[in-house]
Nanobody, 125 residues
């Protein structure tokens, strides 16, 4: 079992930055594929970014590409999401997710077995 706890959310003005962290416990995540998803009010949960355990290959949604950077620190058992040039449309609850499965399509939320409780990100215009 893996427990995930997100932190780093908050209120920021458009153009600002935030750094989200996802701390894992219960197991080391060095062999887990990790992802970030978000859900805005009235909308479905959507993929943001993912990072593969084997080679740290990162994947991004088109809407965040060039602005967000995912990284992992296996020594600290954390995954981070650096968010720059934030826009009001980035406002959402951001969730961290993990799976030990291989050969997955990382944009699919159904492949992830463990989820955090989420952290709110609000970007004001």
């Amino acid at each position: 079992q893996v427990q995930l706890v997100e932190s780093g959310g908050g209120l920021v003005q458009a153009g600002g930055s935030l750094r989200l962290s996802c701390a894992a416990s219960g197991s080391t995540i060095d062999r887990y594929n990790m992802g970030w998803f978000r859900q805005a009010p009235g909308k479905e949960r959507e993929f943001v970014s993912a990072i593969r355990w084997s080679d740290s290959l990162a994947t991004y949604a088109d809407s965040v590409k060039g602005r967000f950077t995912i990284s992992r620190d296996n020594a600290k058992n954390t995954v981070n999401l650096q968010m720059n040039s934030l826009k009001p449309e980035d406002t959402a609850v951001y969730y961290c997710a993990a799976t030990a499965r291989s050969g997955i399509y990382p944009r699919n939320a159904d492949v992830y077995d463990y989820w955090g409780q989420g952290t709110q990100v609000t970007v004001s215009s």
